[in-house]
């Protein structure tokens, strides 16, 4: 999966399913894909996308509703307002959604949170794919977080709950207890924030790869006629009396004509 996102092969939503069809795979050549086995993970996955769905939905009801008391212009004006420009409102803003990823986890921060700190970030000139990717990384914490952080989840579905003897070593192993866990994640937390820090420290690392746009001198700027391609005019020949004269003969009168016939 991350392979193929590294190297640019697939999206973060294509590498899921490209997992998702490894996965299907593997279970296939060890012959546990069995039909009860798909249903469980089908069913799973539908309760999964129902629920981000539902986020997703309560979250624009919360914005329409929000933005129809003008709360959006009152965050505005608060968060421009902060001491500091763009380095005081980024600070803050981090800080925020460090202190929310505590409660709220990465779909509720993104539906909700985000929209409201977007138009803010765009007022005052902060690059919007830069500010996306800092709080991409800023985000990544409300995974490890301690209550609620979904990896410490993860890990507290496989570790041992009660002490065991390794098959190998023939040794007792203790069990690993839940305040392990979140002590364990302490260190990653932290590294979270040192990137975070790093990102706002070094923009270059995340703009770098972009098309930067060419700057144009006014004063160099030369606006170029092309020739006239038609035949050139003698301007000895360019008003001839009896050339003029001639024309006239060859113009039909139509009154002289009409009283003729």
């Excluded at 998702?20 to 086995?37: E, K, M, P």
């Excluded at 364990?184 to 820090?197: E, L, N, Y």
């Excluded at 003698?234 to 002289?256: G, I, L, R, T, Y």
Aim: net charge negative.
């Amino acid at each position: 999966v991350l392979g193929t996102i590294f190297l640019g092969i697939a999206t973060p939503t294509e590498g899921g399913a490209l997992g998702a069809a490894g996965a299907v795979v593997l279970a296939a050549l060890r012959h546990r894909l069995t039909l009860d086995v798909l249903k469980q993970a089908m069913d799973s996955t539908a309760r999964l996308t129902s629920f981000v769905i539902f986020i997703l939905i309560g979250s624009t009801v919360f914005s329409l509703v929000f933005r129809g008391v003008d709360g959006d212009l009152w965050v505005e004006s608060l968060l421009t307002q902060l001491p500091g420009g763009a380095i005081g409102f980024l600070i803050v803003v981090n800080l925020l959604v460090f202190g929310l990823a505590f409660f709220l986890d990465f779909f509720e921060l993104a539906f909700i949170i985000i929209p409201l700190l977007g138009p803010v970030a765009e007022k005052l000139g902060i690059d919007l794919i830069w500010y996306g990717v800092l709080l991409g990384v800023n985000m990544q914490t409300s995974f490890m977080h301690p209550p609620f952080g979904f990896a410490l989840f993860y890990l507290r579905s496989v570790a041992a709950h009660e002490d065991y003897t390794d098959r190998v070593t023939k040794q007792r192993i203790a069990k690993v207890t839940t305040g392990q866990i979140y002590w364990g994640a302490v260190p990653f937390v932290c590294i979270q924030v040192i990137m975070v820090g790093i990102v706002i420290a070094f923009p270059g690392l995340v703009t770098s790869a972009f098309d930067k746009d060419k700057k144009i001198d006014i004063d160099k700027v030369r606006i170029e006629v092309p020739a006239d391609q038609s035949p050139a005019i003698d301007p000895s020949k360019a008003f001839d009396p009896q050339k003029q004269e001639e024309n006239k003969e060859e113009e039909v009168d139509p009154m002289k004509e009409m009283q003729r016939q």
